[in-house]
Every structure is written in structure tokens, then in C-alpha cells.
């Protein structure tokens, strides 16, 4: 079979299985538990399936299969039954197959269904399609899942910038590897969101995880995004500012970048700020909008943002934002 060039979106997904396969799995088969073991590749073909999860589902052993895309592909019934009939022959459990969209395209439609000629049906392949397109941002977030956070862009209406904001503050503060790769893999899939053309957007995307770029710096996941921004051009800027001008003239238009960057930082989660506390206590929306203009620093309002999205009260809330006035007097 001919060997597909792979992109740091298949990595991208591939590692997302790879460090939370259990959040992945809970998302798609409700009540089943990974053991830990993945498949090997099938030997006997030069393909491989993008993850097989070994599971235990009602106490006894099945393999979830999970296949990615981001665009239309004609065959992919047909390599479901093929990777299908490969595991059942090694391991000899089900296979529960999954394939997950992440862009907009034509889908297929489960089951696959094989027919004699005289229409007796010989082969029934059942299959379960998820376009993360057509689901709601909201509920992906309603599930409570980490792992499931870096693909909450792909979902409707999930491509806005408060959207994002709110997303790493759930990863926030990333103290382990596995938040840290999340973080990773939140840029990669939110500048697929938001797509090469919306320039102004993956600019955006950039600069608000340049601030975080010492954070997940070492993971795979942030090796994969760079690799992407050289193969879409998005690094070219920065390259030729390596290559032309003088030495002082860099420094400082490097110095200006990064006050620009962060005075764009703070004025957008200042915005953000309002509209966590209009959807969650709207009484306080005038309250919000008055301390967030007082906030000047990055990360004051940043760890108010957290403390508003972790409340349970409207008086908690207005405590918070009480507190940035004291803090400025001090």
C-alpha cells in the first residue's frame, strides 16, 4: 500500500492518544478502561492504524481503534475492516472503531455493508463517525475531560479567541509533562482551527503562546508546531530578521515586539476577563469591566482569571475584584 506522507497533525493526534488515551477513550466508550497496552503494527502490512487501545469494557477485553482525519477519504471504511480483521486475528477480542473528523468534509456513512450479487448481505462492518466540526465547544467542556482540551478549537464555534483563553487557563499552571504537551498540542490544533487564511488570528495564536513557550518548550508536541511554522512560512519573518539589519537595530525592535505583544496580551484578557464573569455573574458586569481596566500587568490579571474561573459565588467573584484595587493602593 502506498505510504502517506505524515503531518504534525497526524503526530499532533498520535501523541494526544499517546499520553491520554484513558481521557480519549472515557470521551468515546463511556466506562471503558485502558490497560495500557497499544497494539504493534501489523507486520503483514505496510499500514498502521493511528491508535488500538487495548480496553476492558464490561470486564472483559476489547480493542478501541481510533482513527484521525482532517479531510475526506474514500477508502477509510475499507482500512477499518482491514485493520479490523488484522487485530481480531492476533488478539482475538473485539474491535470498536472510531473515526474522528477534525475539519469539515464529506463523511462517510456507517455501517459498511458488503452484498452478494443476488443482494444477500455477507459482511456488516459497524463504525462510529464523530465530527468535531458539528459538536458543540460547549460540550466537549461540559465532559470535564483534560485530554480532550486541546481539540475543543475544532469543535463549533470553538475557533475564538475567548474560547482559547479559556482553555489554558484550564491547563494553567501547568506544573506536570502531560499539561505542559496539552498546552503544546492546544496551539497546534487552534491554528488548524483557525486556518492559514485568517492571518490575523494565527498572529494572534502566536503571540499569546509565545508567553508560554518556556513552559512546554522541550515537549514533542512544540517541536511539531515549529516544524509546521516553517512549512507554512509563519517563521520567515523571524528568520530574516537573523539574516539583515544591524545587530542594535534588532535588539531593539525585538525589545518593542515584546512590550507590543504583551500590551496586546493584556488588552485580551482583559476582554476575556468581562465575558467569563457577563456569562457566569452577569450583576457584576460592570463591577468587571472597571477593575479590568486596571489591571496593567500580565500576570495580576492572569491569576485573577483563575481565581474567577475556579469561584462557585457571586460574592467570591466580587471579592476578586475587589481585591485588584487593594492591590493597586499597595
Known amino acids: 500500500m502506498e505510504s502517506v506522507l505524515e503531518t504534525p497533525y497526524d503526530n499532533g493526534t498520535r501523541r494526544l492518544m499517546g499520553i491520554c488515551a484513558q481521557d ?24 498502521e492504524a493511528d491508535a488500538m487501545q487495548e480496553t476492558l469494557f464490561y470486564d472483559k477485553l476489547a480493542l478501541v481503534h481510533v482513527e484521525f482525519q482532517s479531510g475526506p477519504d474514500t477508502g477509510m471504511a475499507q482500512r477499518l475492516l482491514e485493520y479490523l480483521v488484522m487485530a481480531y486475528r492476533r488478539y482475538k477480542c473485539p474491535v470498536i472503531s472510531y473515526v474522528v473528523y477534525l475539519k469539515k468534509c464529506a463523511l462517510p456513512k456507517p455501517p459498511l455493508v458488503l452484498t452478494l450479487p443476488n443482494g444477500e448481505e455477507c459482511l456488516r462492518l459497524n463504525y462510529k463517525v464523530i465530527a468535531l466540526p458539528q459538536t458543540l465547544y460547549e460540550e466537549l467542556l461540559a465532559k470535564g475531560i483534560k485530554g480532550l482540551l486541546p481539540l475543543v478549537p475544532l469543535a463549533h464555534n470553538g475557533a475564538r479567541r475567548d474560547v482559547i483563553e479559556e482553555l489554558i487557563l484550564r491547563l494553567l499552571p501547568a506544573h506536570d509533562t502531560v ?3 496539552l498546552l503544546a498540542l492546544l496551539q497546534l490544533f487552534a491554528s488548524l482551527a483557525f486556518g492559514k487564511e485568517n492571518k490575523e488570528s494565527q498572529e494572534w495564536l502566536k503571540r499569546r503562546f509565545r508567553v508560554l513557550n518556556d513552559i512546554f518548550r522541550e515537549t514533542p ?26 545587530k542594535e537595530g534588532r535588539l531593539e525592535g525585538r525589545l518593542e515586539g515584546q512590550m507590543e505583544e504583551r500590551q496586546t496580551l493584556l488588552l485580551s484578557m482583559r476582554e476575556v476577563l468581562v465575558k467569563m464573569v457577563q456569562g457566569r455573574f452577569p450583576p457584576l458586569s460592570a463591577l468587571a469591566t472597571a477593575q479590568a481596566d486596571r489591571v496593567e500587568d500580565v500576570e495580576q490579571i492572569q491569576d485573577l482569571l483563575v481565581k474567577i474561573s475556579t469561584a462557585l459565588t457571586l460574592e467570591q467573584v466580587q471579592q476578586h475584584l475587589l481585591s485588584v484595587q487593594q492591590q493597586k493602593r499597595q
Not at 31 to 42: D, I, N, P, V, Y
Not at 221 to 246: C, D, M, N, P, S
Request: net charge negative.
Open 24 to 47: 480519549l477513550v472515557e470521551w468515546l466508550l463511556p466506562g471503558a478502561f485502558c490497560t495500557g497496552k497499544l497494539s504493534e503494527k501489523f507486520e503483514s502490512f505496510d499500514i
Open 179 to 181: 499539561e505542559k504537551e
Open 221 to 246: 508536541a512544540y517541536q511539531w508546531i515549529l516544524e509546521e511554522g516553517r512549512e507554512e512560512g509563519f517563521l520567515k519573518g523571524k528568520e530574516e530578521g537573523h539574516l539583515v539589519g544591524k
